[in-house]
């Protein structure tokens, strides 16, 4: 039922596309009405058979035009409701003017008439039209959107992959240059140690630092839009014997019986005409039955099958026509290629029905696969980078703080000399490696603490319920980096030589707060102005003025119980 669903949908999304007459549907009316419904000239033979295909032939030009006129109307109606109307018209005026002009052509042509019977010539050519033009529409239309979903995913696939290998680049540039200066950071340092340690030199190479944090910061980690390129390959064509599979119940049966019914009625009369219809059915039905059970065969051998089976339903339709009708003569000869031929083009329309579809749903999934791929490659070239300049902004650029603070107002001893060689190092080898620290790994907000205890005096209150948060290392980081950066901060621009740290609960997330004497350029005391974003980059954080204190202050959500752990 919902395939039947699916079909049907398509049938009426094809009849309003606007593309329902096109020169390949007028194409295969014309063959088909020239040369297998053709009106009965004469005698059932032969000759007689000739004589109808050549009034077919001369009767075709007028309902071609029609078609053509049809065509143009729907691509110039944008409004469904028209397009089904014009549709519509064109084919009852196919259908109900065909037999009046066949059999005006043959009593000019013949003096012969092709006979009465209007009402089911009509009728006829109404059921033989719709499922010709429809067939060929489906086929067409389908075609037209795999060809363009095909073209879309090869050129978004291309686009995607060159993406890939623009940031696997990106990431050896990137994983280039951390090593690089990493190098001329611990050679500083290391010139640094080798003489007189002065307030002056450690400025310099805090500077440093802070200058390879921003070269850092300043290096891509996705590809810039237009700067991709690539080829996604050619893929694998079908042959057109792999297209052909099993037709729908009914479809090639009915189909060729709507065809013909106006030759049975006028040969046979209505008991030929029901007998040829149930055979016809049965005969469907027997080759759907054979097809379905060789779809598992390889393409090109299913599509060998495919023909196979319809020549012999088409010599059994041959059968029964000379059974039928004996005075029929050669016209018999007809299903043996028609039967075949109408299979093979409902074969095809279903075949690009089915395959735009499928397609689309590929299209669908590559293209999902693909961006996630391409994501998890920014991430793996962004993470390492984001951690190298939170590193070296933070921890790197403190250390410098504490011993330019330290040596500015004592003659550094080689206690302390060794201590921050000791400490710059694995801080450097933590910016060089590409993995992420483990849990447990590096510094907490107590050996933060006991750094800085050196040059200032500084205060640590932490609520049990806080403590508890700080052992999700995502929040551990965020807390330790923004005390880092509000002690640095105190240091650097207030010369400060004592602070506050506090931290708790506030509800679903963890208070940090840092506050130490100075005054901020971008307020006052007075008005207590409170400033976002100087100097942090967190977007939950905030830097204000309160009294003659400035604080730093920051929100971390904790994970929430459905998270996985981190």
């Known amino acids: 039922m919902r395939s039947a669903g699916r079909v049907g949908r398509a049938l009426g999304a094809t009849f309003v596309s606007g593309e329902y007459f096109t020169r390949w549907s007028l194409i295969l009316a014309l063959a088909v009405g020239v040369l297998l419904s053709v009106p009965s000239v004469g005698s059932p033979s032969f000759g007689g058979y000739l004589r109808g295909v050549a009034v077919a032939a001369l009767g075709s030009p007028l309902l071609v035009a029609i078609g053509l006129a049809a065509a143009w109307g729907e691509r110039r109606v944008t409004h469904r409701i028209a397009r089904a109307l014009v549709v519509a018209g ?3 005026a196919i259908s109900g003017s065909r037999p009046f002009v066949n059999d005006a052509i043959s009593t000019l042509v013949f003096a012969t008439s092709t006979g009465g019977n209007w009402a089911t010539r009509i009728t006829t050519n109404l059921v033989t039209c ?19 979903t095909t073209v879309r995913l090869q050129l978004a696939g291309v686009q995607m ?36 340690v002065t307030y002056e030199r450690v400025r310099d190479y805090s500077n ?12 891509p980690t996705a590809p810039a839009p237009g700067a991709l390129d690539g080829d996604l390959g050619e893929r694998r064509r079908l042959p057109v014997l792999g297209r052909l599979g099993a037709t729908p119940p009914f479809a090639v049966g009915l189909t060729y019986v709507a065809a013909t019914l106006p030759f049975g ?3 046979g009369g209505p008991s030929v005409a029901a007998t040829a219809i149930v055979a016809c ?9 054979l097809l379905r059970a060789a779809r598992r065969l390889q393409p090109r051998l299913r599509g060998m099958v495919f023909l196979a089976v319809w020549l012999a339903a088409g010599a059994a339709v041959m059968a029964l026509t000379f059974t039928l009708i004996p005075t029929v003569g050669s016209l018999g000869l007809v299903p043996l290629v028609g039967v075949p031929l109408v299979a093979a083009v409902i074969s095809l329309s279903v075949d690009a029905y089915r395959r735009a579809r499928i397609e689309e749903q590929r299209a669908t999934t590559v293209l999902l696969a693909s961006a996630r791929r ?15 300049i939170d590193v070296l902004h933070g921890r790197l650029q403190g250390r410098c703080v504490i011993l330019a ?4 107002e004592n003659v550094p001893d080689i206690d302390t000399l060794e201590t921050f060689r000791a400490q710059t190092d694995d801080i450097l080898d933590e910016v060089r490696t590409d993995d992420a620290p483990t849990s447990g790994d590096g510094e907490d907000i107590d050996d933060l603490v006991r750094a800085w205890s050196v040059v200032m005096d500084v205060t640590l209150s932490i609520d049990d319920d806080a403590r508890e948060g700080l052992s999700a290392a995502a929040i551990a980081d965020g807390v330790y980096g923004l005390v880092n950066e509000a002690l640095v901060n105190a240091v650097k621009h207030s010369g400060a030589r004592w602070a506050d740290i506090k931290i708790d609960r506030d509800g679903d997330a963890i208070a940090a707060r840092v506050s130490s004497p100075g005054i901020l350029a971008a307020a006052t005391p007075s008005t207590g102005e409170r400033v976002t974003g100087i100097g942090t980059r967190g977007a939950r954080t905030v830097l204000r003025q309160a009294g003659d204190r400035v604080v730093l202050e920051g929100l971390f959500p904790l994970p929430s119980r459905t998270s996985a752990p981190i």
Do not use: K, M, N
Request: hydrophobic share 55%; net charge neutral; charged share 25%.
């Open 90 to 92: 064109a084919i009852v």
């Open 130 to 148: 719709v499922a010709l033009f429809t067939v060929c529409a489906v086929a067409i239309t389908y075609h037209r959107r795999l060809r363009a």
């Open 161 to 196: 992959r060159a993406g890939i290998a623009e940031v696997r680049r990106l990431h050896d540039a990137a994983t280039a240059a951390r090593h690089r200066l990493v190098d001329e950071l611990r050679t500083a340092r290391d010139d640094l140690l080798a003489a007189a």
């Open 208 to 219: 440093s630092v802070r200058a390879a944090s921003h070269h850092l910061d300043s290096l």
């Open 265 to 267: 009625l006028a040969h």
């Open 281 to 289: 059915v049965a005969i469907d039905l027997v080759a759907f039955a």
């Open 374 to 388: 391409l994501a998890a490659e920014v991430d793996t070239t962004a993470a390492p980078l984001q951690r190298a």
């Open 405 to 408: 603070a330290h040596v500015d």
